[in-house]
C-alpha cells in the first residue's frame, strides 16, 4: 500500500508542478524544458484519464480528471493504511 501511495503522490506532485509551471510560463509554457519533462511524466496518467472519459470532456480538462482520479487513489491508499497500521496495532506499523 506504500507503493501506491507514494506513486500517487508523485504523479499529483508532478500534475500540480506542471500546471504552476503553466501558469508562469504562459504561452512560452511548450518551449520550457521544466514542463516538457512535467509533460513527459504525466503524458501516461493524462493519456489513461482520456481513455476513460467520454468526448464529451474537452482535452484542456482531462489533465484535472487524471489529478481528481489520482487523489480518490491517494485517499483510498491513505485509509487503507490507516486501518491496517490500526488493525495490526500502531507500534508495528513503521
Not at 504552476?20 to 520550457?32: D, I
Not at 493524462?46 to 467520454?54: H, L, M, N, Y
Request: net charge positive; with cysteine.
Amino acid at each position: 500500500m506504500n507503493i501506491v501511495k507514494l506513486l500517487a503522490e508523485v504523479a499529483l506532485l508532478a500534475l500540480f508542478g506542471q500546471w504552476v509551471l503553466g501558469l508562469l510560463a504562459g504561452a512560452q509554457r511548450e518551449r520550457n524544458l521544466f514542463y516538457q519533462i512535467f509533460q513527459v511524466v504525466t503524458r501516461p496518467l493524462v493519456a489513461g484519464a482520456r481513455f476513460i472519459t467520454p468526448r464529451v470532456v474537452i482535452d484542456r480538462h482531462v489533465p484535472i480528471v487524471a489529478f481528481l482520479l489520482l487523489s480518490f487513489v491517494w485517499i483510498i491508499a491513505t485509509i487503507t493504511k490507516i486501518d491496517i497500521c490500526v488493525s495490526i496495532g500502531v507500534h508495528l506499523c513503521k
